[in-house]
């Protein structure tokens, strides 16, 4: 059930950030389980993508993990507070990544609760980028990790979600990106409530 290598060395990022709604997502952390299916992606197209990190093929110390083969993490600090999780996917060299946005808790529910000093019933606890990695306990330490390893990886639990139920919308946060802020390059689950505000998607898509 585990994803295997090369299903993130697809080289087309907006594919692999629709399929990966409704993979599951897991981290095993000193002897603790979690895990969360995935209910909002956002895909960022790399050296092309002006809201990408790695734009204009970008390379800094931070940036670098983006430019490994696909199957790995990329997670960074976000306004010095949260930790942002990213699939780096593609080639060595193509920067692709899926940033996670949302998860709906499904294994560990009481050491997610702990970690937001939340009850998994409030969407709160994994709804947005920095809340579903602190529910799963992933932090810096989390970056650049192999995704079939044993701290943390995906599995297809068979849970597949109809085309008419997956919104397609602007990335959140990304004014700067000028025109590329306006791709409908988010992804998630309607009508689930640990999708992240904004969550809704305009009529006309």
Sequence with gaps: MKLPFSYYQNPDVIFLAKDLLG????????GETTAG?????EAYF??????????GNRRTDRTE??????GISYVYLCYGIHHLFNIV???????????VRAVEPLIGK???????????????????????????GIDRTFNKKDLTGEEIWLEDHGI???E????????????????DAFLPWRFFVKGNKYVSKPNKFDPQD
């Design 23 to 30: 993979k599951v997502l897991f981290t095993e952390i000193e």
């Design 110 to 136: 009481e050491v997610m609760e702990a970690r937001r000093k939340m009850p998994f019933t409030k969407p709160a606890i994994s709804a947005g980028p920095g809340s579903a990695a602190k529910a799963l």
């Design 65 to 70: 993990t983006l430019y490994s083969e696909g």
């Design 89 to 99: 996917t593609s080639v060595k060299d193509e920067p692709h990544a899926v940033l």
């Design 37 to 41: 299916i995935i209910v909002e992606t």
């Design 164 to 179: 008419n139920q997956i919104a397609a919308v602007p990335r959140v946060g990304v004014a700067y990106a000028q025109e």
């Design 160 to 162: 597949r979600y109809p």
């Design 46 to 55: 790399g050296a092309h993508d002006k809201a990408s990190h790695a734009y």
